[in-house]
T-cell receptor, first 112, second 114 residues
């Protein structure tokens, strides 16, 4: 079975500061990994995905994520956070079949 | 405009009264899926469909039914809703299915079962 853990339920950062959101996954083989963002009252939007190849993947809105097999992690990063980045972020993993398993989410708040 | 449309956006009902949440996509996608979102639990997959007349259970299918009679529509049916089905529901679709294609999400349906 596949699973995802996002250890931080809430994170607050100052505008302009760097950001790292943690994601740990469990899956026996090489997984497909995703980060989605959910703005208030909206559905989810894909930020980036990892399938294979380069372990550092670039996404939209200036986000990037790094796949580390040895740590079973896929952390999301952004060098400088903007107030509009305040949202809830979900890491997800897909392994077998067409199941997509999400983590519990991390709510990001941005201080002016 | 390419989109996934869910209706209604908000729904309040009582225990045991059958209800249907509709989902429609205009992108000719093969794959459609239903999720429920609960605080701290993220999104959990209820059912998914790879094509017309093909549906499969996700992680939390109990108490739900789906059908896929047409490619564009994938309604979620609660035949006898219970309070533990109070949740935020999302429909999603993709061209060929996870993981190859990104999911497009609807705006959500907030369901309250009293």
């Amino acid at each position: 079975a596949q699973s995802v853990t996002q250890p931080d339920i809430h994170i607050t950062v100052s505008e302009g500061a760097s950001l790292e959101l943690r994601c740990n996954y469990s899956y026996g083989a090489t997984p497909y990994l995703f980060w989605y963002v959910q703005s208030p009252g909206q559905g989810l939007q894909l930020l980036l995905k990892y399938f294979s190849g380069d372990t550092l993947v670039q996404g939209i809105k200036g986000f990037e994520a790094e796949f580390k097999r040895s740590q079973s992690s896929f952390n999301l990063r952004k060098p400088s956070v903007h107030w509009s980045d305040a949202a809830e972020y979900f890491c997800a993993v897909s392994g077998a079949g067409n199941m997509l398993t999400f983590g519990g989410g991390t709510r990001l708040m941005v201080k002016p | 405009e390419a989109q996934v449309t869910q209706n209604p956006r908000y729904l309040i009902t009582v225990t045991g009264k059958k209800l249907t949440v509709t989902c429609s996509q205009n992108m000719n996608h093969e794959y459609m899926s239903w999720y429920r979102q609960d605080p701290g639990l993220g999104l959990r997959q209820i059912y998914y469909s790879m094509n017309v007349e093909v549906t499969d259970k996700g992680d939390v299918p109990e108490g739900y039914k789906v059908s896929r009679k047409e490619k564009r529509n994938f309604p979620l049916i609660l035949e006898s809703p219970s309070p533990n089905q109070t949740s935020l529901y999302f429909c999603a679709s993709s061209l060929t299915g996870v993981p190859n294609e990104k999911l497009f999400f609807g705006s959500g349906t907030q369901l309250s079962v009293l």
